[in-house]
């Protein structure tokens, strides 16, 4: 390489160096647990409770199946969430008087939703208001386990987005009313576009840790995965299944995570 | 001297020949004390009040019979409480046998060591009136119809897909409690217990309660048996099916059951 000036060469050298040096202490590591972990005297009983391959084999395919109920719930509470969680943003902001009683309903709702564990609200409403006397199907834990999901995390939505609201600077909303445009108009072309774009990784986190807490709807009948896993782990007594689930979670959420992470690498450059 | 020492050998060779007699000396996690767990908290009729120290309830008599026939008095057992959860972990346990309900299965018996059964429970439909007025009886097609429920962590899942093969997916629960709230609730119209249980869900939880019928565990193909749970390879074991065998044998465990358990000849058999 001819081309290369003696600085890139260094450069150059110093990047293998590194590597060099990061794999063989990342190597070190991944082999110290490899042989370490073996040799302590409970790994062939804990290898036999969570990794056992017969165990994997049998439960796999019946987790799977029962994925597809949690990726069911989770497509129908996402975008009632987000609708939810925007009008309650937009009800936060409002600055006309005679509308107070709505900016005051948004900030109670909030701040009762948000402080709640979801595993009570979905107790409270799940097993609640059907036992109020509602015929079938309209008591189904689907229908009011979904809607317990959606009332809590369109709680935090409405947080993340009223932080969008504010983050854009206050001059943008004096312009907008300037030209003409009202403040409902200001709030639709001028602030809002702007606030979504900026609170979009956050909001992806929020929905990878909806991806999880779907399974807490199990607790009120519904056989998602993580109840198909309990019912595997106390049929064997074996804790593999649970193991089972965690991959197939993680299949979904680490995709779903590094995609979170380029969008905010790439606001991070837009903004720099 | 000679003689006081051969009278001093004689004496603990005795003593040890009695201590030799009990099967589970020095096989207990404490010497001289026998550890047994149940569940937190213990359910009526197997402890009653949550408090298996006063040996009232079947299973809390059951474990002060086997403690009895093992060598231990009383005041030698001492009480801890596990989940199912903590029961099945790996590692040291910390109990020297555990009851809580513990169906014996193969699979299960691959992780952990069960004893003989020391009961054998018939399943049992519980379901409320208003169910029952719309029609609902004991016979196996009318309850394929029903929208059935069932505690996850329990045998009744697999139980109900043998027996009944209800003709909707059934809804799970964490613990008997929630199944009776979803009853109430009107999610579900039944729900499968063993009997004794179910008895004491109806009679004491439920509003409105009704068992409907129940499989007595003779017609059943695979029937509920209790038993108690050890540690895989537990050198207790012997010891322990040696104590049940005994207090079958004499019939003490029969009348433990009649004591504690309630006469269930009155629930119809579902055919």
């Known amino acids: ?272 | 001297m000679k003689f006081l020492t051969t009278s001093a050998l004689a004496l603990m060779m005795a003593t040890g020949a009695m201590a030799a007699e009990s099967c589970a000396t020095g096989k207990t996690l404490t010497d001289g004390t026998l550890t047994i767990a149940t569940g937190n908290p213990a359910f009526f009729p197997w402890v009653l009040d949550d408090a298996p120290e006063a040996g009232k309830g079947y299973e809390a008599a059951v474990a002060y019979a086997i403690a009895g026939k093992m060598g231990f008095d009383s005041d030698a057992v001492t009480w801890t409480r596990t989940s199912f959860d903590q029961s099945i972990q790996p590692g040291a346990k910390d109990f020297d046998f555990n009851l809580q309900q513990f169906s014996i299965t193969a699979e299960r018996e691959e992780m952990v060591d069960f004893s003989d059964p020391y009961y054998t429970s018939a399943m049992a439909v519980l379901t409320t009136k208003s169910v029952v007025e719309n029609g609902a009886e004991p016979t196996i097609a009318s309850l394929k119809d029903l929208v059935w429920g069932a505690h996850a962590t329990t045998t009744a899942l697999p139980m109900l897909n043998e027996l009944i093969q209800p003709n909707t997916a059934p809804l799970l629960y964490g613990d008997n409690v929630d199944v009776t709230a979803a009853m109430q609730a009107g999610q579900i119209d039944a729900a499968l217990f063993d009997l004794p249980t179910a008895l004491y869900l109806s009679a004491v939880v439920l509003n409105d309660g009704v068992i409907l019928g129940q499989f007595p565990a003779e017609n059943t193909p695979s029937p509920d048996h209790f038993g108690l749970l050890m540690a895989e390879g537990s050198a207790l074991k012997p010891c322990v099916d040696e104590a049940i065998a005994a207090l079958k044998a004499d019939g003490t465990l029969a009348a433990i059951e009649a004591e504690w358990l309630q006469e269930t000849t009155g629930v119809p058999v579902i055919k």
């Not at chain 1, 969430?81 to 109670?108: E, M, T």
């Not at chain 1, 409270?124 to 809590?152: A, E, K, Q």
Request: aromatic content about 10%.
């Open chain 1, 1 to 272: 390489m001819p081309s290369m000036t003696r600085r890139q060469a260094y450069e150059a050298r110093q990047r293998r160096r590194a590597t060099l040096i990061a794999a063989g202490s990342t190597a070190a590591v991944l082999i110290a647990l490899i042989v370490l972990i073996p040799l302590t005297p409970g790994w062939e009983a804990v290898k036999h409770s969570f990794f056992n391959a017969r165990v994997f084999e049998k439960t796999f395919p019946g987790l799977l199946n029962a994925f597809v109920m949690d990726v069911a719930i989770f497509a129908w509470c996402a975008p009632l969430i987000a609708i939810l969680g925007l009008l309650l943003a937009v009800a936060r902001d409002i600055r006309n008087p005679a509308l107070y009683p709505l900016k005051l309903f948004s900030i109670v709702y909030t701040d009762v939703f948000r402080g709640l564990p979801v595993i009570l609200v979905i107790y409270l409403i799940g097993f609640g208001i059907p036992g109020l006397g509602l015929p079938r199907p309209w008591n189904s834990p689907y229908i009011w386990g979904s809607l317990s999901l959606i009332l809590v995390y369109a709680a935090y939505v409405a947080e993340i987005l009223r932080s969008g609201i504010e983050s854009i600077h206050t001059s943008q909303r004096a312009a907008a009313l300037s030209l003409g445009l009202s403040s409902s108009d200001t709030m639709r072309f001028v602030i809002l576009p702007q606030a979504i774009r900026r609170v979009v990784p956050a909001n992806m986190n929020m929905f990878i840790a909806l991806q999880k807490d779907v399974a807490l709807l199990s607790f009120i009948g519904p056989v998602e995965i993580f109840r198909q896993a309990g019912v595997y782990k106390s049929l064997m007594a074996n804790f593999t299944p649970y193991v089972g689930a965690a991959l197939i979670f993680l299949a979904i959420t680490v995709p779903a995570t590094r995609f979170a992470d380029h969008l905010m690498n790439k606001q991070a450059k837009a903004r720099s």
